[in-house]
């Protein structure tokens, strides 16, 4: 089976991967750290401006896929300090309506280029 895959404008790899993969009716958006797209470097500020950075990122890959926020089913947060999960849930909870998706969050002791918060998600075309 070959991979279908999704680029987005506005999203930074920092190696060989994807954007995203469809299987079947899911699109797996792999993680995405706060990069701003124009200088490629990670944004400077706190975990809320990270947050909503990596959103942003996010959403122009659903974009690329032809999907929306409403089409994601499951989230994982990855943060390299819990004491930022209500900052970074304050940002998150805007972000979609009710229901919303599924989530997990994990504390990691550290993420690439330094970030504080790198999110992930899987969406489903309807």
Request: hydrophobic fraction near 45%.
């Amino acid at each position: 089976m070959k991979r279908e895959a999704f680029t987005a404008q506005g999203a930074v790899s920092v190696g060989p991967y994807s954007h995203a993969v469809a299987s079947a009716d899911l699109v797996y958006l792999s993680g995405q750290t706060p990069m701003d797209p124009e200088p490629g470097k990670l944004i400077e500020g706190d975990i809320a401006a990270q947050t909503q950075q990596c959103f942003k990122n996010l959403f122009a890959v659903l974009a690329s896929a032809g999907l929306t926020p409403d089409h994601v089913v499951k989230v994982n947060v990855f943060l390299t300090d819990m004491a930022n999960f209500e900052a970074m849930n304050q940002v998150y909870a805007q972000q979609f309506s009710a229901p919303f998706p599924a989530r997990t969050t994990i504390g990691v002791a550290s993420l690439p280029l330094g970030a504080q918060v790198e999110l992930e998600m899987i969406a489903r075309r309807s």
